[in-house]
């Protein structure tokens, strides 16, 4: 991964460290993809970020849910 | 895995539950109303099997023990690959959890912990209960509505997950667009609020210029009126004096001149004496010529020094005494005239440009004099007259009373201009308030549409991640319904469905041969639904007892029919029944009454009262 351009939240996610098994499959899959997509033409590594904060948050939060009910 | 026997004591209902015998493949029928244990033996072969139900996890295992009973405890005899094991599992009051797992063929005890037997089974069997629950446990309590049969399908496909949350994310960001055009709208709402304020920012500095001409002007009419007052009254005051100092200085001036001219005829006299030719007077003698001569100038000396005394005086007294009350008329007389043209002159003509053109803009009543009073018309005159205290200081303070009541009339009429730019000025200044809360309200919803906006990008960007990442568990599912599930949702829908599919936006379809094209999932009946989601059940658990190399697995339905109506029920069980020579070769089933279209291997009647059962 080239740290150069990589947001703070993609550089410090650990996927080992993610409760749910959905929530670690979708961190590898985005740290693997971010590489592929930081070439391309108008891609905003920010959007990205947010993006996968997004997604990961919700998962580890769907797990309490589910603990919950 | 095949179940060969089951007992259970003080587990929910039952005290006693002894299945023993069962067949090793074949439809089992667990028959029985509401209450009479049918799941129970559902519940107790998870328990048994991995010490919690689908409904209640190891943490409440507790809250399986019968009412009032210290224990519960499942024993279950297994053929895992031909070979026998027997598994047993007790929870107390207490919470504690035992389990044993015994081999029956080497009389040898496998493991003897909760944590080990879940070791040694993960082992034998090759899945865990995650799997297991996936693949080989169905209840209908936990899929009671269509929604969960899809759910049910994208957890098989490893994507109930990403596809709750990528319809919620999508949900959100359909609420958000929306929101974003409401919010638009408020927006364009404030813009041509502030466009129909139509501020000119240079008409407050404006207003403010003219206020300031208008109080300027003002605060010189209140201070014209003082000067009048104090001057009228020192005029009167120096009125007197001034007469006496001039008559004064008259005295001197005359009294001056005669000394003047004394001394010159003493001067020439005496010049006359000294140095005329002896024959102009032939009658004095020299000594007496010289003498009077000598003597008549030093009197004209002294009427020189004394007329230059005089002279002296005289211009003190002018300088001193006279000049400075003069000086003082003179300014009474400027300040007469100045409350004169005060008084004569139009208000749009004592003020500046800016000032008179607002004024004439307000269409306000502009009088072109302060006061008519008649003393006035003569101000001029006596204002003359004045500067050498010729006038009587009556006719001044009759002249000062005028111009008062005049300045005070000016005052007014300049209050009421002043209060009109000041009406003007808080007006303005409340527009511009407007304005800039008008912008702050616009800038604020700038900074929350981008927000949403970015949101919005943000939003997109996570279903398009998911979808993304989701794709090759997409592919994975397309492949093993093709592979597995084709004929089983034919033969399962009597041939009205065909190919399952789901797509890369989570969504499932199914192929209607019918309508010869693909319908939504959720377009489809809730029970072809159900009908689709045992196909796929039954197809999933071949495919994990395949990858899992067991030759005989057993599969547990808790009441899969609830919903078909007698056609639908005969074809299922016609399937299940011509499944059971596969891998899933051992079937249980609950249902409230005994189905027909299918030979049974084995009906077990659970009581309605009473909680013991033995088969």
Redesign the interface.
């Known amino acids: 991964m080239s740290h150069q351009s990589t947001p703070d939240f993609l550089q410090n996610l650990r996927p080992t460290e993610l409760k749910t098994a959905a929530a670690r499959r979708f961190a590898d899959f985005c740290l693997q993809d971010f590489d592929h997509q930081a070439g391309t033409e108008g891609f905003d590594p920010e959007a990205y970020a947010d993006a996968v904060k997004l997604v990961v948050g919700r998962l580890e939060a769907l797990r309490h849910k589910e603990q919950a009910a | 895995m095949i179940i060969k026997a089951l007992a259970v004591q003080d587990f929910r209902k039952y005290a006693n539950l002894q299945l023993d015998n069962l067949p090793e493949r074949g439809l089992l029928a667990v028959v029985g109303g509401n209450e009479s244990g049918k799941s129970t033996v559902g519940d107790a072969i998870l328990f048994g099997l991995f010490g919690s139900t689908s409904q209640m996890g190891a943490g409440d295992a507790i809250r399986l023990i019968r009412w009032g009973c210290p224990q519960a405890t499942v024993t279950l005899r297994l053929l895992l690959r031909g070979h026998e094991y027997r598994l047993t599992r007790s929870v107390n009051q207490q919470g504690d959890v035992m389990a044993t797992l015994f081999s029956t063929e080497e009389n040898l005890t496998l493991a003897d912990t909760p944590d080990a037997v879940a070791a040694q089974l993960r082992s034998l069997l090759g899945y865990n209960q995650k799997s297991f629950g996936q693949a080989f446990y169905w209840s209908q309590q936990s899929a009671h509505s269509p929604q969960e049969d899809a759910d049910s399908l994208l957890s098989l496909a490893g994507l109930k997950?990403?596809a709750?949350?990528s319809e919620?994310?999508q949900d959100e960001n359909a609420a958000r667009v929306s929101n974003i055009a409401s919010r638009e709208v408020r927006r364009e709402e404030t813009l041509t609020g502030l466009d129909t304020l139509h501020i000119d920012d240079a008409h407050l500095p404006h207003l403010e210029r003219v206020s300031n001409v208008l109080e300027t002007r003002q605060q010189h009419f209140l201070q014209l009126a003082q000067r009048i007052d104090k001057e009228t009254e020192q005029y009167a005051a120096n009125h007197e004096p001034y007469q006496a100092l001039r008559e004064h200085a008259s005295k001197l001036g005359f009294w001056t001149r005669v000394g003047l001219f004394l001394f010159l005829l003493m001067l020439l006299t005496g010049l006359f004496l000294l140095f005329a030719p002896g024959h102009l007077l032939a009658g004095m003698n020299g000594w007496m010529r010289e003498m009077l001569g000598q003597a008549t100038i030093r009197i004209a000396v002294l009427l020189a020094l004394g007329g230059a005394a005089l002279l002296i005086y005289g211009w003190y007294v002018d300088m001193r005494r006279i000049s400075p009350l003069r000086k003082q008329a003179g300014h009474l007389a400027n300040t007469l005239l100045d409350g004169f043209a005060a008084n004569n002159t139009p208000a749009v003509e004592q003020v500046d440009d800016e000032a008179a053109t607002y004024l004439r803009e307000t269409g306000l009543d502009m009088p072109e004099r302060s006061s008519e009073h008649p003393d006035i018309a003569v101000i001029p005159e006596w204002a003359k007259e004045a500067q050498g205290y010729q006038t009587s200081p009556q006719n001044i303070q009759a002249a000062a009373d005028a111009l008062n009541v005049s300045m005070e009339s000016r005052n007014r009429e300049f209050g009421n201009y002043l209060q009109h730019v000041q009406n003007a000025i808080q007006t303005e200044q409340g527009r511009l308030t407007t304005r800039e809360q008008m912008q702050a309200s616009l800038a604020r919803q700038d900074e929350e549409l981008e927000q949403e906006h970015?949101q919005h990008?943000?939003?997109e960007?996570?279903v398009g991640?998911?979808q993304?990442?989701g794709s090759n568990a997409v592919s994975r599912f397309n492949q093993l319904v093709q592979q597995r599930c084709s004929e089983l949702v034919e033969q399962f829908t009597s041939g009205h469905y065909r190919q399952l599919e789901l797509l890369p936006d989570f969504s499932l379809r199914v192929f209607s041969s019918e309508k010869d094209d693909y319908l939504d999932f959720a377009e489809t009946s809730t029970g072809t639904q159900r009908q689709i989601a045992l196909a796929m059940r039954v197809a999933v658990a071949n495919a994990l007892a395949d990858s899992a190399h067991i030759p005989e697995q057993m599969l547990f339905l808790d009441e899969p029919l609830a919903f078909f109506d007698p056609e639908r029920t005969s074809n299922t069980l016609k399937n299940l029944e011509e499944n059971a020579p596969g891998a899933v070769c051992q079937i249980w089933l609950t249902a409230q009454v005994l189905p027909d279209g299918a030979s049974f291997a084995q009906v077990i009647h659970c009581p309605q009262h009473g909680n013991t059962l033995a088969v």
């Open positions: 997950e990403y709750q949350l919620q994310l970015h990008i943000v939003t960007l996570a991640l998911l993304r990442n």
